[in-house]
């Protein structure tokens, strides 16, 4: 009988052991609502230990040296050379103390992120309450109203050694560096086979998980816009309303990949705005500690015109009925440039770097990958297997956003605006078809066109900078690519043909294409 009673009471013990590691907790969402359950199980496997890389010879000595202790604190594969290595550059950490510190968001405390109501914030509400009824912020957020709705909740997650961590990846693009055919990719992907993702431990939010006006592969632009600053007045698509759903959708989402032990993949270009609030990103990402950006380098030489053309898309037909004068890419340079520097890749990434709550930024130098952006980033910085094996086996994005000169349409918008033409150019394909025309003709007449280029200085200015960054950034790629000399040539030839535009007030006023003009149609 005592026997019985020391087997039963051992049976307790380990019952009650097992409960204490299987423990059920309720969780709340930011906004608490919806309750939803977890469970302390399944922490994410360490990866296995990478094979050495051999030596080539004495001259890569060095190069394998440091090669050596970059791979320890990067996502190269099992696989991985040289030259992995130089396609992928990670950006030394700054300084703890020179880092900007970001919103801690204690529970209990004041949430400015969380909202007041469906369109508004409650950062936003205090900001009226002091103006309406000339009170101070302190007063304000003793309000009783403001009190109940303006907390920050308690965020119920996992337990997990550092090593163990999940991350948070934001691929921050920029613009015009292949970030639309990897969206297209990733989310043709998840139609076709949903699994494969899972597979390799990576989340990727749906549109019900991370809702907005963008949908379908754009779907990440919505977390970007709806941290935006300000929202719709200051450059976002979004205002706050339009967020309201995003923020009870999302966190739930984000706390449910973190307890899962699942790494969050999230692509948007638009995180290379300069307006985005790092304290609202945070808050959003919460609970996880680990966030990892990557961005991608485009020489400013290539990205620069990519982008004036990109931009110019949305206005055309804005152009076109005159209510906006189109700027040819001179104009938009001298205006523009210091503006838009801020969001190249150099300039994003040392901002994201320079942020407490981003754990690591790496740089992808899209020259040197090159049509193989989609393979490089999954195979080789992701480690992504069953990813990268459906990539070998054909998968491929179903669109990209390859951007074309608008110079015929500019000077086709010209002379229609000046009267050469009678042409209805307020519908896009009429704008179209004018502009292909006149280029036909023009190059059958072989005509030479007067053309306007960039001030010295503002050249001499981009030139400076695209050496400064490669130099320091990836300075033996730089020096594979003919150093300064091999830059040089490069940025020459862009300027020739890119950075010159059409001299329409000239062309027009000059006659020169006025026997062709009187042949268009209205």
């Not at 939803?36 to 004495?58: D, F, G, H, M, Y």
């Not at 550092?162 to 990733?186: C, R, W, Y």
């Amino acid at each position: 009988m005592t026997r019985m009673k020391y087997v039963i009471a051992s049976l307790v013990v380990l019952s009650a052991f097992h409960r204490f590691n299987d423990e059920q907790f309720i969780i709340r969402s930011f906004h608490g609502h919806d309750d939803a359950s977890i469970t302390k199980r399944n922490l994410v496997a360490k990866p296995p230990p990478r094979p050495p890389v051999v030596k080539n010879n004495e001259h890569t000595e060095l190069r394998q040296q440091q090669f050596d202790v970059a791979i320890e604190t990067t996502n190269l594969g099992p696989k991985a050379t040289i030259n992995d290595f130089d396609d992928i550059e990670e950006l030394t950490p700054a300084v703890e103390s020179t880092k900007i510190k970001t919103d801690s968001y204690n529970v209990g405390k004041f949430c400015p992120h969380c909202g007041f109501g469906d369109d508004m914030l409650c950062n936003n509400r205090i900001e009226y309450m002091v103006q309406k009824y000339k009170i101070s912020e302190e007063e304000a957020m003793k309000n009783n109203e403001v009190l109940s709705r303006c907390e920050t909740p308690w965020i119920g997650r996992k337990v997990y050694a550092e090593e163990d961590e999940p991350s948070v990846i934001l691929h921050a693009g920029p613009h015009k560096t292949g970030t639309t055919a990897l969206q297209a990719f990733i989310y043709d992907l998840i139609y076709v086979n949903a699994t494969i993702f899972p597979r390799d431990n990576l989340r990727i939010p749906s549109y019900d998980e991370l809702p907005g006006v963008f949908a379908k592969e754009g779907v990440g632009l919505n977390l970007p816009h709806c941290s935006i600053d300000g929202f719709k007045t200051n450059g976002g698509t979004m205002n706050a309303g339009m967020c309201a759903r995003m923020r009870l959708a999302f966190p739930r989402f984000v706390q449910d990949a973190y307890n899962k032990s699942e790494n969050v993949l999230i692509v948007a270009e638009d995180f290379d705005r300069a307006e985005i609030d790092f304290n609202r990103l945070r808050f959003y990402l919460q609970p996880y500690k680990k966030v990892k950006v990557i961005v991608t380098y485009r020489r400013l030489h290539d990205w620069l015109p990519s982008w004036y053309n990109q931009i110019m898309d949305h206005y055309t037909i804005i152009y076109a009925k005159g209510e906006e004068k189109f700027p040819n890419f001179v104009e938009w340079m001298d205006t523009n440039y210091d503006k838009f520097l801020q969001a190249h890749g150099i300039k994003l990434a040392d901002r994201y770097r320079s942020y407490d709550f981003v754990e690591s930024v790496r740089l992808i130098n899209m020259h040197k990958v090159g049509k193989n952006m989609i393979e490089h980033f999954f195979c080789n910085h992701l480690e992504a297997k069953a990813t990268c094996q459906a990539i070998k086996e054909g998968a491929k994005p179903s669109k990209s956003n390859i951007g074309s000169d608008h110079e015929y349409e500019r000077l086709t918008i010209k002379a229609k605006l000046s009267g050469k033409i009678p042409t209805d150019l307020g519908k896009p394909v009429n704008l179209v078809r004018a502009s292909k025309y006149l280029k036909q003709r023009v190059e059958q007449i072989n005509a030479t066109l007067p053309r306007i280029c960039p001030r010295e200085a503002l050249l001499k200015q981009v030139f400076q900078t695209e050496l400064e960054q490669e130099r320091a950034y990836f300075p033996e790629w730089h020096e594979s690519q003919g150093g300064e000399e091999g830059l040089r040539n490069e940025f020459d030839m862009a300027v020739k043909k890119k950075f010159c535009s059409f001299d329409v007030d000239k062309i027009i006023d000059s006659g020169t294409l006025d026997s062709i003009f009187k042949d268009f149609k209205s």
